[in-house]
Antibody, heavy 124, light 106 residues
Framework: QITLTESGPTLVNPTQTLTLTCTFS??????????VGWIRQPPGKALEWLAL???????RYSPSLKNRLTITKDTSKNQVVLTMTNVDPVDTATYYC????????????????WGQGTLVTVSS | DIQMTQSPSSLSASVGDRVTITCRAS??????LNWYQQKSGKAPKLLMY???SLQSGVPSRFSGSGSGTDFTLTINSLQPEDSASYYC?????????FGQGTKVEI
């Protein structure tokens, strides 16, 4: 059974750096084809894809946020970390990580399953 | 970048109704289209992949169709537990894009 759990601060001051950790079980990020993605959802709004990382360290980022995001993996700890610099109140959202298996032209097939999400509020 | 547009943004239906949600891509994505269900306060759950393949464990009243730019998600015989928001997502190219969602109320 695959499970993912997001963790990180619930409140962040504007201009600070946000660090989120996705801890997973039931799969390994050293297995061919496996990846983990991050997706966020502002309150009452739609889903927005942020970044993903594959077993072979191939990273992909949303172009609109690429300059502010870094995604890394620690295979030994079964963790994926997303950092977002210079946060703003518009970054207030529930942040999800999700498992993916397989890719075509660098694009993941789909995301399944997802973690339960963690709500991050950006405010002074 | 590919944009995904869903319609309607919300709908209200009764138990037993047939409901159809439409998703349109700004350019052809072949059948690289996935559907997710999100219940209030919960994480999204994969419903359909490859436009028309039902994810394991998903009731057969859900079905998907389409190819190219136009796709539909159909719920036959709507049930109370289908009250949720539904999102389409293209897996054709980076950046990955989701539709704006359709809220189904029963």
């Amino acid at each position: 059974q695959i499970t993912l759990t997001e963790s990180g601060p619930t409140l962040v001051n504007p201009t600070q750096t946000l660090t989120l950790t996705c801890t997973f079980s039931g799969f390994s990020l050293s297995t061919s084809g496996v990846g983990v993605g991050w997706i966020r959802q502002p309150p009452g709004k739609a889903l927005e894809w942020l970044a993903l990382i594959y077993w072979d360290d191939d990273n992909r980022y949303s172009p609109s946020l690429k300059n502010r995001l870094t995604i890394t993996k620690d295979t030994s700890k079964n963790q994926v970390v997303l950092t977002m610099t210079n946060v703003d109140p518009v970054d207030t959202a529930t942040y999800y990580c999700a498992h993916t298996q397989g890719r075509v032209r660098g694009v993941p097939n789909w995301f399944d399953p997802w973690g339960q999400g963690t709500l991050v509020t950006v405010s002074s | 970048d590919i944009q995904m547009t869903q319609s309607p943004s919300s709908l209200s239906a009764s138990v037993g109704d047939r409901v159809t949600i439409t998703c349109r891509a700004s350019q052809s994505i072949n059948n690289y289209l996935n559907w997710y269900q999100q219940k209030s306060g919960k994480a999204p759950k994969l419903l359909m992949y490859g436009a028309s393949s039902l994810q394991s464990g998903v009731p057969s009243r859900f079905s998907g169709s389409g190819s190219g730019t136009d796709f539909t998600l159909t719920i036959n015989s709507l049930q109370p537990e289908d009250s949720a928001s539904y999102y389409c997502q293209q897996s054709y190219s980076i950046p990955i894009a989701f539709g704006q969602g359709t809220k189904v109320e029963i």
